[in-house]
């Protein structure tokens, strides 16, 4: 009988030091799988989203506008204006949203002074304005172009029709050529009126005209009535950026 007490001591001793070490390496080894596990989900996710571009999104969705946003955002904006015959719609400098203006440059990458240059073209500086087809305050930005922004409400606000008006701007870098940032008769990085066209009349403004008209886009194309008002905009907006400059009151 003590023989077999002792035996059993024994047995207990070198099962329990077993039975640690087991339940510890397979909780070690359980650990190890769920730390690879979450690795190798998170590297599929990051490479998923890392390669993922505005084609995978619908169109005219907010998603779709991240995504081509991404594709142009630069630290520094390089404009070429080109030239205009157009007069600046504007005698005095308005300063009091210099800051908005700052803010919505910095975050967008558009230059300051066509943001504001803009502006004067488009309200002169009431945040109040609506056009007669709906369009609405200081950039007069049309309420469904400004939920696309990701601004659905409260466009009469300075600061929230300022950065929609600029991040619609931005994405006229991508979009202004129907659609696209060129085609054969327009190419946004040679002249900025191309996007300042857009921004009036809507990129399809900047398909090619017809018949002899062909080679230019169709707001160029002097028979078209219908864009004669894009026309002088365009003019109007390069006025008063150059305007802006002349007198140092850009930002």
Request: with cysteine.
């Amino acid at each position: 009988m003590i023989l077999k007490i002792s035996w059993l001591k024994k047995l207990q001793k070198n099962v329990k030091p077993t039975l640690t070490y087991g339940v510890l390496s397979l909780s070690l080894l359980w650990g190890l799988v769920l730390l690879y596990s979450a690795f190798t989900s998170n590297l599929l996710f990051f490479n998923r989203h890392k390669n993922t571009g505005p084609e995978v999104y619908p169109k005219n969705t907010q998603e779709y506008t991240e995504a081509l946003l991404e594709q142009h955002i630069e630290s520094v904006e390089s404009l070429i204006m080109g030239t205009h015959n157009g007069k600046p719609n504007f005698k005095d400098n308005l300063s009091k949203y210099d800051d908005l203006f700052k803010d919505a440059s910095k975050k967008y990458k558009v230059d300051c002074t066509l943001i504001k240059a803009t502006m004067f073209a488009e309200s002169r500086g009431n945040p109040k304005i609506r056009s007669g087809v709906g369009a609405i305050g200081l950039m007069q930005l049309m309420p469904r172009t400004a939920r696309v922004m990701g601004y659905p409400s409260n466009l009469t606000d300075p600061r929230t029709n300022i950065m929609a008006g600029t991040k619609y701007m931005a994405l006229l870098k991508e979009k202004a050529c129907y659609e696209k940032p060129a085609n054969n008769v327009c190419d946004v990085k040679k002249d900025v009126k191309y996007r300042l066209a857009a921004y009036n009349g809507g990129p399809k403004c900047n398909q090619p005209g017809d018949g002899s008209c062909a080679v230019r886009t169709a707001w160029e194309c002097l028979h078209y009535d219908a864009y004669g008002q894009t026309r002088s905009y365009v003019n109007k907006v390069k006025a008063n950026y150059q305007e802006l400059k002349k007198k140092d009151w850009g930002c």
